[in-house]
């Protein structure tokens, strides 16, 4: 009998979701991501591509149903996938606004109406959404990302409540200054300004993020719910 745990995945090509299923996989679940293109640093026969444009409300809704149908259960679901597109208000265009609130929020709620019908019907599993220490602290030029990573806290906690009767946890990891795709094209100027915000003085990397993550989903965390855990060398205290 196969008695792995099932775990899906948004994003996962790279950075912190790559982190986050390398963790997964070496607590022996069977992981499913779902993300534009694959994963080329992981191979291994529990891990299973979805291609699938998260911002594709449509196509979201058909992958997971298929995915649903196969896995049978989902113990964990880790709503990863993000982008920025940075700028002032007064220059924001539609599609910037849209494009973040989409990948970010929307299919955070997409995916998780999904989950939680099956979640709810085992009365077990538990939920991991990826926000920001911008969701918290909010930061200049980001305010449609800052919306999208507020957002994700605020729909966490509610969700949290109205899963925690059918023993589904829902938590939040809030990353600070990571080092990955997202913040490299940052220049040096900028990035040596930022440790100098950050108590613990350096970048956190993906495998710590993923740590956080592997905790919440694991039952040592079985009595924390509409938690937010930052993880960000002290950056949001
Ligand atoms: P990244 O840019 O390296 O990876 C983003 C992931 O999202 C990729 O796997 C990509 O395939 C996926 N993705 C983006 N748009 C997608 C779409 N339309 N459909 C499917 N997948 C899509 O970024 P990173 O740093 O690994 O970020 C992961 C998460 O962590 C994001 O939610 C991000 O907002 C969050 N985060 C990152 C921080 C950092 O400093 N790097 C800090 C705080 C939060």
């Known amino acids: 009998m196969n008695t ?10 790279r950075g912190i979701g790559s982190a986050i299923i390398r963790e997964l996989l070496g607590l022996h679940y069977e992981v499913w991501y779902l993300s534009r293109t694959k994963n080329e640093e992981l191979d291994n026969e529990s891990l299973h591509h979805i291609p699938c444009d998260i911002a594709d409300r449509e196509e979201v809704e058909r992958t997971l149903k298929a995915i649903i149908e196969e896995a049978s259960e989902i113990d964990l679901l880790v709503n990863n996938a993000g982008i920025t597109r940075d700028g ?3 220059r924001m265009k539609d599609e910037a606004w849209d494009d973040v609130l989409a990948v970010n929020l929307s299919s955070v709620f997409l995916t998780c109406r999904a ?22 602290m909010g930061n200049g030029g980001q305010t ?3 919306a999208s990573k507020a957002g ?6 509610a969700l949290a409540r109205e899963l925690a009767a059918r023993n589904v946890r829902v938590n939040v990891v809030a990353p600070g200054f990571i080092d990955t795709s997202m913040t490299e094209t940052l220049a040096e100027e900028a990035k040596e300004l930022i440790k100098t915000q950050i108590p613990l003085g350096r970048m956190g990397m993906a495998s710590e993020v993923a740590k956080a993550v592997a905790f919440l989903a694991s039952e040592d965390a079985s009595y924390i719910t509409g938690a937010v855990l930052p993880v960000d060398g002290g950056m949001a205290i």
């Open 4 to 13: 792995k745990k099932h775990a899906l995945v948004t994003g996962g090509s």
């Open 88 to 90: 002032l208000i007064m």
């Open 115 to 136: 989950v939680s019908r099956i979640m709810a019907r085992q009365r077990s599993g538990a939920i991991v959404n990826i926000s920001s220490v911008v969701g918290i």
């Open 144 to 146: 449609n990302y800052a």
């Open 152 to 157: 994700i806290i605020g729909f966490s906690k």
